[in-house]
Structures are given as structure tokens and as C-alpha cells.
């Protein structure tokens, strides 16, 4: 390379090139150093030279927002006195957010538009200390404030999970601002309400201040991850809110720009504060700028460093809002004693001939009665989580339990949520019941309860209904449907389903037949006297039934909205839109509304009392209808989803046996109504058909019951619990202490295996031998335990890890399965893993199928006991004291009693894996615990609908094929091997 000095060596040119690199980045670091610097100097306009301007300017602008923000609006909350009065002539327009300094000796407040303009948004969310309290201060202003009622107030708080708003908890008791929402859920559900508010009715000329209140939605942070789309709601809400009385104010906007959908502009009509440390910026307000505009600048916001408000204090904060929820239980002081009958002649005084009616609430000074009857058969009854939908049932409910007598009211009363909506009319259970003997109050007219009910449970109400409207509406009982018709029904019946979207959520065998079945109720019903109260949160069920064709929403004119409900009425009726809690519009129309500001006589918006406000009232009242109640008024029938029933104890030696034993299986068949899955009961001494039922747990029925499986002679009535869930240790125990009080003391023989030492086995075994003999074996004395001659029953628990024990050949069991009944030997296992239990069942061909045993003649010489048995410990259990009451003309009642006759049911016979052991070397009686649905089908061989869920079995009967949803034992003390 040559130069104008001369040539140049190549390691010199390396070295020029490396420093020019170096040179031109340094450059072009600094270019944008400078150019950052004038973009904050561009920002941030230099004090002018003359302070007294800056001093004189300040003065004017506190005297100015004195006159913007008078008293709450705009004093320091620090130094507001606890005796200034609330409230206002009109809505506040102008806030006070904070004090600006532009010198260390000047300030001034800063006041921005609000209500009625546009929005507030700030940078950063709720978490900043200074955020938190500036959402506080401005809300506790504006509600202090406005008029008493027009400003109604939602919150969002996720990552404080309502924290936030925790200082105005008494407002959300008065009704005045719910509780916060924190999840993504909760934010649509608010947002929904929003554009509800904001949807149009008339023409937009005719939209302007169309509300007397104004809703204001303060959103502290947003859920993590929100989607985009709910992103883009809140913007176009900020676009058309402030025309319709709605207003945001937004934490953390705009959000983290996580990809490019949930990149979000500055909200439409806000003004915007940006976060510095430790002042804030703010930027100019929507309609004007704060200084005078430059010509081809945009503007710059507020020229001074705000430090914004404080938290306001926690006794003002208190105080303002208890003030304020007192003055609103002060314009409505009713109690439920309001809604109930003022007769002098007491309770129980009005006929339902004609229908059933009650008041619902107060519209001002007038009582709003609704009813039952062929004109408005069914309710619909919608809002959000703690809307007082629990509130609102038990008004009604108590209304019509105190207006009409037992014999003219029957109620059905089911909640598939975790709510209480329905925990005032369960009755506490009994000492002793396994949870569903009511040993407390109850109201007489309620015939069945269900407290966090499975689906299987609604679906058997259902059920019920639809088989109580086919005999009434069968011929020779028929209901004349016209009005003044001589024959009325013997009493009508409302069924209320909370959360019926649950029912029908998913599109399997249950919620289509729900579906069918609710159909046919609501539209039967009407002048059958059969009446339903559909209640729910907004979910899209209700859309989904709602644009059928001729849905049997169309048999529900009368439609309650409580807040957040107002999905139950048409789209175009908005009355239900910023509804304060303790409120409801009450349509009878089908929701339709009309033109707003006209005279509606199909709607009405209601006040009711919230009727646990007086605890001891209500029970007092219960207690006067359950002692007034008719002799012989049956209990209601609970089923408590939660609850686990207690297996049945054993009774003492001289205890008679337990005589309800049933003639047919205890497991409902799927098209059976509640009578068909009952079976019919006997005395244990009423003849050789009478059959001892296993009891494994609680059947979901109506009421609940005892679901059993008929042991008799028939080759393969066993039973296997199957599932590696320890309530198998509950259930298996369960079924032998069932079938040992069933048994008069001393007339069966237990054996009782066990891998090693076992909790379970050992408690079972002690408690049996109060009453029988019993064994205890290990695998090592179960080949002894299959010889036991009988009558009697062999316990396995870990029946897969014992037989693998004991090294048996699978032909020794399949033996007993086989000829164990006719000796009136039953096996009752529990199989951890089901392929060890199929592979027990999966029969190998042979030539010859082994001739049953032949049954033992009575008086013939016993087989040897659980002494002579090898490897067995025999445990002393009271004298054998088989009398003449245990034997059943020439043989002996329990497990050999009879042949037993086939068990009843619709259903067809299990065919596949239920048919395997053509000798009867079977297990009929399945008891499925966290079984998955495909080993189900393979192990049966035929497809069966099954979720397994914690606390819940499925019964299955191989011999009618019949399948049942069952709560199970709980195991003992908790119990039980994994």
C-alpha cells in the first residue's frame, strides 16, 4: 500500500483499520448519547430565569383548583377532617392526584378530568407503594364525593389478590362495590358488564347520559398473561365509554408488549402518568393541553416533577366508608320478615290451586310479588359470584314454605356448585347416621337436598320429576290445563337447580339426557304443576340453549338479573347493567326490555333484605315450621358431595341382626327411575328368596341409600374392590362389618388375609370378633383360608400382592369363585392393580368344566374351623348361638339363603370379559375406584362411561349389567396400604 510518506507495511494497515473500527463506534456511541439527552431535554422544558413568575403561577393554580376540586375532591386526605360531610349536588368532574413542585419552594395541586371526560392510566401497576396509594386516595375522593348511589365502583387486583381494595370492604357489604375480581375470569366477567353499559339501545343521538349513575372500573394490575383480545376490549371500552357514564381508570397501561397481539398504544381519552423515581410525569389530559401548544410540537404533558398522594389514612378510610354503607342500609331497612305473610291466622293459609306466589322484594315503598303458576311456570335466575343469588333463594324459599302447607308445596333443592346456597335447609345428621339422617330442624315441605352434588345426583332429581309428570299426566289422572279446571294436582312441586350450567357442561350420556329430561320438565310441568328455578353465572351454556331452535328457555318468561346476570335477559335490555348488589331486575317477558325512560309493567328493579343478617331470626323461624310440621312429614332425603359416609359398625354379640336385606341389587339402572333402583327390602327370615346385600357406600340417588350387591347362591357372586385409591381399605372393611350386622351373632365365619401386618386388617378383624369367628391369616395360611367350608366370607385386602405371596395356582381361587357360593362362601377382595384380577379371571381352556360341589346337607359334619386351618390364627369371636331364627325353612338365611331371584333393571347383561368364566368362575360385583376409563371397558369388555374422581366409585353388576355412581366407604381411622 502506498501513501503520501510511502509504502506501508501490511501489519500497519491492520492496525489503522482496528483504530478507525474503534473510532467510528465510540462516534457512534456518543451520536446517541446526544440524542437521548435532547429527546429528556425536549421532554422537560428549563425553568425560566425569573422565579417569582414561577412562584406567582403556582398561587394561581392552587386558587383554580380549589374551584375545580372543592372539599373531598380536592383537600389534603392527611388533614381532611373525619366530620366533613358526603356527598354531593352533582358527579364530581375534576381529581386531585397529586401536588406538583417545579421549585423546592413552589408548589401547587395537580388536577386532571375524569368523570365525565375520559380515563386515568399510570405505567406502572399496584405492586409501587405510590400507585397503590394514588388508586386508593382517588377512589376514596370520588366516592366521597359523588351522590349518595351514582357512582358504582369494580375493582381488579391480580397480583395483590384484592388487597388493594381491601380498605373498602364495607362497601362491597353494603352493596355499594363488590369484592375485586383477581384472575383472568373475573376480568371478563367485569369487562362484560362494561360493554353491557356501554351497549347501545337507541340511536347514538339518543345515547348521550342515558344513565342517572356512573360506572367506574379500577383495574390495579391485570392478570398475568392477559389475552389480547380482553387487551383490546378495555381499549375500545376507553374509545366509547364516557358518552355512555363509564370510566377507567388503568394500573400497569400500557402492558409488557409480551409479543406483538399483546402490544398495546396508549389508552384512547386518558390522561397518562409515567413513573419516575421518586416523582412522576404527568401528560396532558384528554381535550386540552396543560401549557399552550407550540406549533408543529406535540404536546409535553404537565411541565413539573408530581409526587402524587398518599395512601389516605386508615381511620378516614374507615370511617368514609362505613359512613357511606350506613347510609345505604339506611334507605332500605327490611328484613325478611318484610316477605313473609302478616295473616293473624299464622302460617300455611294460602291454597296453591290456582299456583304458588310470594313477594321477591321492594320497588320503592311497593311490595314486588312474583309467582308460579301456568302463565309463569319457571324462573331463570342470573349473576355473577356473591351477587346474593343465595340471599335471593332463601327469601323466596321461606315465602312460599310459610304461605302454603306441606301437603301443597314440595320442594327439590339442588346446588352443583361449592357454594352454600342451599346449607340453611340441610339439617344436621343424626348421631350415629352415616350423613344422611337429619337429626335438627328442617323445613317439612323440602323432600331432597343436594350440597355440592355430582351430575349423576341432578340427573336422578330429573328423573324423578319426569317419572312424577308421567303419572300425572297419565290418563286416569290427568290435569286439566285450562284455568278453572275442577282437577288440580295434590301439590306442586319446585325443583330449584343452582348452577344448572354444570348439569349440561359437558356433551356425554348424562348432560344429554339432563338435557332431554329438563326439556320435557319444563315444558310438561307447566300444567302439571311441576316448577323449575334455573340459577347461574354468566357462562356459554346459557348462549348455547339459548339459540337452539325452540329451546325450552322459552317456558322461562320470568328472568331475575342480579349483578353480573345480565345474560339471562335479551341482548338489547340493558337494565341490568352496573346493578348494586342487594338489587334485581325482575322481567316477566322473557327477558325482552323497551324503549328506556318508557313504563315497563313486565320489569321492575327490586331492593331485597339480605335474610342472614339476623342469624337467630331465621333459625327461629325454621324452628317454628319444623314444629308445626304435620305427623309423620318424612325427613328430605341430603346427599352432601363432600361428605364421606362412615362404614356401618358392627352391632354387640347380643344385638339382633340388621333385617333390611334386599331382594334385588342396589344399583340403578340408567333408564330406571329412583322407585326401579330402590329394590325391594325384607325381613331376614321372610324365606328362602330373601338375599343379603354387600354394603361399599352411598349410592347418588334420590334420597341416598345404601348401595349394596346381592350375595346368593349363583356361582360368581363375589365382590372385588379394584383401584389402588386407599379408600379400598374403607370399602372392603366396610362391606364385612355390612354383612356381619346382617348376620344373627355367631352364624357366619370370617377369614381375614392380610400381606404381613396390616392396620386396616387387624381393626377389622378385632371389631368382627365381637360377634363372629373370625381368622387372621397371612399369605402363608391362605391356602388353608380357601377351604372354609362355610357359611362365611374370605377378606382379602391387597388381594394381588397376597396371592403373589402365597404362590398359588390361579385354579385353587378360580375354584372358589366357582363353588363357593353354593356353600355359601363369598370372596371379597381388594385388587390394587386390575391386571392381576384379570388375569385371575381369564379362565384356560380345559376339557371338562369341574362339576359344582355339592351342597352341604344341614346337620352335616362341620368342616374344620379357622383353628385347624393351616397358617391361621384363630381369633375368639362369641358361641356359635345359630338358633332356629337363622335358618330359613331347610336352609340357612345370609350368604347360602336361597337361590335368590335375578335381579331387576332395564338393562342387558354384561357380555365381553363378563361372560369369560363360562363355569361361573367370575366376580360379579365390581367396585371401581381410580380405575381409567379404558381399562374399565377392557376388564368388562364392553364400553362403560366412567371419570374417575377422588370419593367416588363406580358399582358394577356383571350379571344385569347395571352400573351405578357410589360414594364409598371412607377407610378406617384413614387407613389403608397404597
Not at 383480545?229 to 376507553?238: M, N, S, V, Y
Not at 328368596?689 to 349410592?699: D, E, F, S, Y
Request: glycine letters at 12%; aromatic letters at 4%.
Amino acid at each position: 500500500m502506498d501513501t503520501w510518506k510511502g509504502p506501508t507495511g501490511h501489519a500497519a494497515t491492520l492496525r489503522w483499520r482496528a483504530a478507525a473500527g474503534t473510532a467510528a463506534a465510540l462516534h457512534r456511541r456518543a451520536a446517541a448519547t446526544a440524542a437521548a439527552a435532547a429527546t429528556a431535554l425536549d421532554a422537560i422544558r428549563p425553568i425560566p430565569a425569573d422565579q417569582r413568575e414561577q412562584h406567582e403561577l403556582a398561587e394561581r393554580l392552587r386558587a383554580a383548583a380549589s374551584l375545580l376540586t372543592p372539599g373531598w375532591l380536592g383537600a389534603p386526605l392527611d388533614a381532611q377532617s373525619e366530620d366533613a360531610p358526603l356527598g354531593g349536588p352533582a358527579q364530581p368532574a375534576f381529581v386531585r392526584i397529586g401536588t406538583a413542585q417545579p421549585l423546592d419552594d413552589a408548589r401547587f395541586p395537580v388536577v386532571v378530568p375524569l368523570l365525565g371526560t375520559g380515563h386515568l392510566t399510570v405505567d406502572a401497576d399496584s405492586r409501587d407503594p405510590r400507585v397503590a396509594g394514588l388508586l386508593r386516595s382517588v377512589l376514596l375522593r370520588l366516592l366521597a364525593a359523588a351522590p349518595a348511589g351514582s357512582l358504582l365502583v369494580r375493582g381488579v387486583d391480580a397480583t395483590a389478590e384484592g388487597q388493594l381494595f381491601a380498605p373498602f370492604a364495607p362497601l362491597a357489604d353494603a352493596g355499594l362495590m363488590p369484592p375485586p375480581v383477581t384472575d383472568r375470569t373475573g376480568l371478563r366477567a367485569v369487562l362484560a358488564e362494561a360493554e353491557q353499559w356501554v351497549r347501545p339501545t337507541r340511536p347514538a343521538a339518543a345515547r348521550y347520559n342515558r344513565h342517572d349513575r356512573t360506572l367506574l372500573v379500577v383495574v390495579g394490575s391485570l392478570p398475568e398473561l392477559t389475552e389480547a383480545a380482553d387487551l383490546a376490549r378495555i381499549g375500545a371500552l376507553a374509545r366509547e365509554g364516557p358518552e355512555a357514564g363509564l370510566h377507567l381508570i388503568v394500573a400497569g397501561w400500557p402492558p409488557p408488549p409480551l409479543t406483538a397481539e399483546t402490544s398495546q398504544a396508549p389508552l384512547a381519552r386518558s390522561t397518562m402518568i409515567a413513573m419516575r423515581n421518586p416523582y412522576a410525569l404527568v401528560g396532558d389530559p384528554p381535550g386540552g393541553p396543560f401549557s399552550a401548544p407550540v406549533p408543529h410540537l406535540p404536546g409535553t404533558g404537565l411541565n413539573s416533577p408530581v409526587f402524587l398522594d398518599e395512601c389516605p389514612p386508615v381511620p378516614l378510610l374507615d370511617r368514609v366508608c362505613r359512613d357511606l354503607a350506613a347510609r345505604f342500609h339506611a334507605d332500605y331497612r327490611r328484613t325478611v320478615d318484610d316477605l313473609l305473610p302478616e295473616s293473624p291466622d299464622g302460617f300455611w293459609t294460602e291454597s296453591s290451586a290456582d299456583g304458588l306466589s310470594t313477594p321477591v322484594g321492594h320497588d320503592g315503598e311497593r311490595t314486588v310479588p312474583l309467582g308460579f303458576d301456568e302463565r309463569t311456570p319457571h324462573w331463570l335466575v342470573g349473576g355473577r359470584d356473591a351477587a346474593g343469588k343465595s340471599a335471593f333463594l332463601v327469601n323466596v324459599l321461606y315465602g312460599l314454605c310459610t304461605r302454603y302447607h306441606p301437603d301443597e308445596l314440595a320442594l327439590y333443592l339442588v346446588d352443583f356448585a361449592d357454594g352454600t346456597a342451599f346449607t340453611e335447609f340441610v339439617p344436621e345428621p343424626a348421631d350415629g347416621s352415616d350423613g344422611t339422617a337429619p337429626g335438627g330442624p328442617w323445613l317439612p315441605h323440602v323432600r331432597a337436598v343436594g350440597v355440592q352434588a355430582d351430575r349423576e345426583y341432578g340427573l336422578a332429581v330429573l328423573r324423578e320429576l319426569d317419572a312424577e309428570l308421567d303419572r300425572r299426566t297419565a290418563p286416569e289422572t290427568r290435569v286439566p290445563a285450562q284455568r278453572g279446571a275442577s282437577a288440580r294436582p295434590a301439590h306442586r312441586i319446585l325443583c330449584v337447580l343452582d348452577e344448572f350450567a354444570l348439569l349440561l357442561a359437558d356433551e356425554d350420556e348424562i348432560g344429554t339426557e339432563a338435557l332431554a329430561r329438563l326439556e320435557s320438565v319444563a315444558r310438561r310441568g307447566r300444567s302439571a304443576g311441576v316448577h323449575l328455578i334455573l340459577t347461574g353465572r354468566p357462562t356459554p351454556v346459557l348462549a348455547a340453549l339459548r339459540a337452539r331452535r325452540d329451546s325450552f328457555l322459552g317456558q322461562f318468561p320470568v328472568r331475575v338479573a342480579l349483578p353480573g346476570g345480565a345474560d339471562v335477559l335479551e341482548p338489547t335490555n340493558d337494565s341490568a347493567a352496573g346493578l348494586p348488589l342487594g338489587t334485581a331486575v325482575v322481567n316477566t317477558a322473557g327477558g325482552l326490555g323497551g324503549p328506556r325512560g318508557a313504563t315497563r309493567g313486565h320489569e321492575r328493579t327490586v331492593r331485597f333484605p339480605d335474610p342472614h343478617a339476623d342469624p337467630g331470626a331465621l333459625s327461629g323461624l325454621r324452628h317454628r315450621l319444623w314444629a308445626d310440621r304435620p305427623a309423620g312429614t318424612p325427613a328430605p332425603g341430603v346427599f352432601t358431595g363432600y361428605l364421606t359416609p362412615p362404614a356401618p359398625p358392627v352391632p354387640a354379640p347380643g344385638a339382633g341382626p340388621d333385617t333390611t336385606v334386599r331382594r334385588e341389587p342396589a344399583v340403578a339402572a340408567p333408564t330406571a327411575g329412583p322407585a326401579a333402583a330402590g329394590g325391594a327390602r325384607t325381613d331376614a327370615t321372610d324365606g328362602p328368596a330373601a338375599v343379603i346385600g354387600a354394603p361399599v357406600g352411598l349410592l347418588v340417588d334420590v334420597p341416598p341409600r345404601p348401595a349394596e350387591l346381592p350375595l346368593d347362591r349363583s356361582p360368581g357372586r363375589h365382590l372385588a374392590v379394584l383401584g389402588a385409591d386407599p379408600a379400598g381399605a374403607g370399602v372392603l372393611a366396610g362391606a364385612a362389618r355390612g354383612l356381619a350386622a346382617r348376620h344373627p351373632a355367631g352364624s357366619v365365619e370370617f377369614m381375614v388375609a392380610a400381606p404381613a401386618a396390616d392396620p386396616a386388617a387387624d381393626a377389622l378383624t378385632a371389631e368382627l370378633a365381637r360377634r363372629h369367628r373370625v381368622g387372621r391369616v397371612d399369605a402363608a395360611g391362605l391356602a388353608g383360608a380357601l377351604e372354609l367350608a362355610g357359611p362365611g366370607y374370605l377378606v382379602l385386602f391387597a388381594a394381588d400382592e397376597l396371592v403373589a405371596g402365597a404362590h398359588l395356582s390361579a385354579d385353587r381361587i378360580r375354584a372358589l369363585l366357582r363353588d363357593g357360593p353354593a356353600r355359601g362362601v363369598h370372596l371379597l377382595g381388594w385388587w390394587r392393580a386390575t391386571a392381576p384380577f384379570a388375569a385371575l379371571l381369564a379362565t384356560p381352556p380345559q376339557p371338562e368344566a369341574a362339576p359344582p360341589q355339592p351342597e352341604k346337607a344341614p346337620g352335616a359334619e362341620e368342616a374344620p374351623g379357622p383353628e385347624d386351618v393351616a397358617g391361621a390364627e384363630h381369633v375368639r369371636g362369641p358361641e356359635d348361638v345359630r338358633g332356629p331364627e337363622a335358618v330359613v325353612g331347610d336352609e340357612v338365611a345370609g350368604p347360602d339363603g336361597g337361590a335368590g331371584s335375578e335381579a331387576g333393571g332395564s338393562s342387558e347383561p354384561g357380555d365381553g370379559a363378563g361372560a369369560v368364566a363360562a363355569g361361573g368362575a367370575t366376580v360379579d360385583g365390581l367396585v371401581l375406584l381410580d380405575v381409567p376409563e379404558t381399562e374399565v371397558a377392557g376388564l368388562l369388555g364392553r364400553p362403560v362411561r366412567w371419570r374417575p374422581r377422588p370419593g367416588r366409585a363406580l358399582l358394577y353388576d356383571r350379571r344385569t349389567g347395571q352400573a351405578s355412581l357410589v360414594v364409598p366407604y371412607a377407610a378406617p381411622g384413614g387407613e389403608g396400604r397404597p
